[in-house]
């Protein structure tokens, strides 16, 4: 089973450390490597900040754009990883070697199941409702 | 038939929880496990008038419900293959159906050690810990745990449908946690068991006997995890403890009102409650480490050991209680510490660090806290100071047992003389 963990993290005004990005960075690399070599990331990304984040809505067929975030709180979505693992104690073990404090301030991982997309079923491909 | 159905009715009780778990292994799933038990059963109440009960009804279930289990699989393979698409969804539970059935069904190994651990899983709320627990272990039904917490049935039957689907869609390992894990998984079934007894030794309510049956069933998961992993001094200290205090469940209550520790009947005490927890706290002591589980248990076994209040060891009980704030500070802890230290003689500096108590935030809404400095304050002859300290702790108060206690030691305290 694949599992995503997301990563939330405060986002501070201030732009990080020289010296604490870099060790960020670095631990980053190391959660990576280790999940590289064990053969189970499927994939890592860290994400620009919220404040460049935009929202979409449609609403009556109307494209309703926002800025922001879809929700302002105090811990922000900053990064993912996606890790193959057996079960839900192996993804804790994987999640606790995330290092989620981000920008100084506490954070958290979040780790959800990604049970794949359901195949399509006899009646989905009787009216080709994914085609059209 | 009568006898067929009680006999059938018994090892259903008995043995489900083991059953079960078994089931829930091979099935790789807590529905088709439950399923497959139910008809098990009611095979078991078809066949046995007949056929005679047999010599080893758990053994016979076990492996009734173990072909309806592959019954069920084979059904769903043909579906499977008839409907291709939907196989993402079924694979897993049908895999590991095809070990040897029927003989592993005699001597089936007990898979209740994972059960627990599974119900008890940190990634599930502590509610479906509680709820899953008494069901998939305990012996009662849906209809006796939702009564039991006050709560709607339907609530519960949720809870317990969003708790087991949650164990299968983020896979929560029906594993027994690997020794690096074990201590803070341990400790977390460790808590469910002792909250579900808390549950039902806080009394609240009119609803005392089926609160009685909580504390039972707490009382028998603990001896279970005891069967399980005898050689964890907590386990025994945990049993140790419930017992000690169950012990005194015939004397905490006269006529619907609170009856304190040193005014009870200890006639009442059920000896060999006492007894047994006395010897399961004495193995623990000795297995070690100590815990506060066990620290606990000693203390409540020094309250068991005193025939009458005078000869309480409250020496021994403070220097308990320290032992235990060092271990898991808790303002709780420190407020008995307090108590026990002033009962031992040092009653100025009790009183004091109760004030102390007082000030902080986490205890200054605290009925019990108020209850404890008036209940000094009466001894040292305070009366004034006293009731005052009983209508604070009356404001607080909000079960109705309680609110009676304390409005009875109020008016002793304005006519101290009667």
């Not at chain 2, 079960?20 to 099935?27: E, G, K, N, V, Y």
């Not at chain 2, 006997?209 to 279970?224: D, F, K, N």
């Not at chain 2, 506060?292 to 403070?318: F, G, M, N, R």
């Amino acid at each position: 089973m694949r599992y995503m963990m997301l990563i939330y993290s405060a986002e501070s005004r201030e732009a990080l450390a020289p010296e604490e990005s870099l060790k960020l960075r670095a631990a980053h690399r190391k959660a990576m490597r280790e999940a590289a070599s064990k053969g189970v990331l499927r994939a890592a990304e860290p994400l620009a900040p919220s404040s460049t984040a935009t929202t979409v809505r449609v609403l009556d067929g109307n494209v309703l754009v926002t800025d922001g975030p879809f929700a302002e709180t105090k811990e922000q979505l900053a990064g993912y990883y996606i890790i193959e693992c057996d079960n839900l104690d192996h993804a804790i073990d994987w999640a606790s070697r995330i290092p989620a404090s981000c920008k100084g301030g506490e954070g958290c991982v979040e780790i959800r199941p990604l049970p794949g997309v359901p195949a399509l079923s006899q009646a989905e491909s009787n009216a080709g409702s994914f085609e059209r | 038939m009568r006898d067929v159905c009680a006999a059938a009715e018994s090892v259903f009780r008995r043995e489900s929880g083991r059953i079960l778990a078994s089931l829930i292994r091979i099935s790789g799933s807590f529905d088709r496990a439950e399923e497959a038990l139910q008809e098990a059963f009611a095979s078991a109440l078809a066949s046995w008038p007949q056929k005679g009960t047999p010599q080893n009804p758990a053994a016979w279930i076990m492996t009734a419900a173990h072909r309806k289990l592959i019954d069920a699989a084979r059904r769903e393979q043909t579906r499977i293959e008839k409907h291709d698409s939907l196989r993402y969804e079924t694979e897993i539970a049908c895999a590991p159906c095809h070990s040897g059935a029927e003989s592993a069904a005699m001597h089936f190994p007990d898979d209740r050690l994972r059960l627990i651990f599974t119900c008890c899983h940190p990634a599930l709320s502590l509610e479906a810990r509680i709820a899953l627990t008494l069901r998939m272990l305990g012996g009662l039904s849906t209809p006796q745990i939702a009564k039991a917490f006050l709560l709607p049935e339907a609530t519960l039957a949720q809870r317990l449908v969003r708790a087991k689907r949650k164990i299968q869609e983020a896979r929560i390992p029906y594993e027994t946690p690997p020794p690096e894990r074990l201590p803070e998984r341990l400790a977390a079934v460790q808590a469910v068991i002792y909250l579900i007894f808390n549950e039902g030794y806080a009394a609240a309510s009119g609803t005392e006997l089926v609160r009685h049956e909580l504390c039972g069933e707490a009382i028998r998961l603990g001896r279970l995890l005891c069967q399980l992993l005898p050689h964890q001094a907590e386990n025994l200290g945990l049993l140790a403890l419930m017992l000690l205090q169950h012990s005194r469940r015939d004397a905490r209550m006269a006529q619907g009102e609170l009856v304190t520790l040193e005014e009870q009947d200890r006639s009442l005490w059920d000896r060999s409650a006492i007894v047994e927890g006395l010897g399961l706290l004495e193995a623990a002591l000795r297995l070690g480490p100590v815990g506060p589980y066990q620290l606990q248990a000693a203390i409540a076994a020094l309250h068991a050991q005193a025939s009458k209040p005078e000869q309480t060891d409250w020496v021994q009980i403070a220097a308990l209680y320290e032992k235990l704030a060092n271990l898991h500070p808790s303002p709780v802890v420190s407020l008995n510490h307090a108590v026990a230290l002033a009962m031992s003689g040092r009653m100025e500096e009790g009183l004091r660090r109760i004030d102390e108590l007082a000030r902080g935030d986490a205890l200054n809404r605290y009925h019990l806290l108020y209850a404890a400095r008036a209940d000094l304050l009466r001894r040292l002859r305070r009366y004034e100071e006293a009731a005052d300290a009983y209508r604070r702790a009356l404001e607080l108060a909000g079960n109705h047992i309680e609110i009676a206690f304390l409005k009875r030691r109020l008016r002793q305290v304005l006519t101290p003389g009667a």
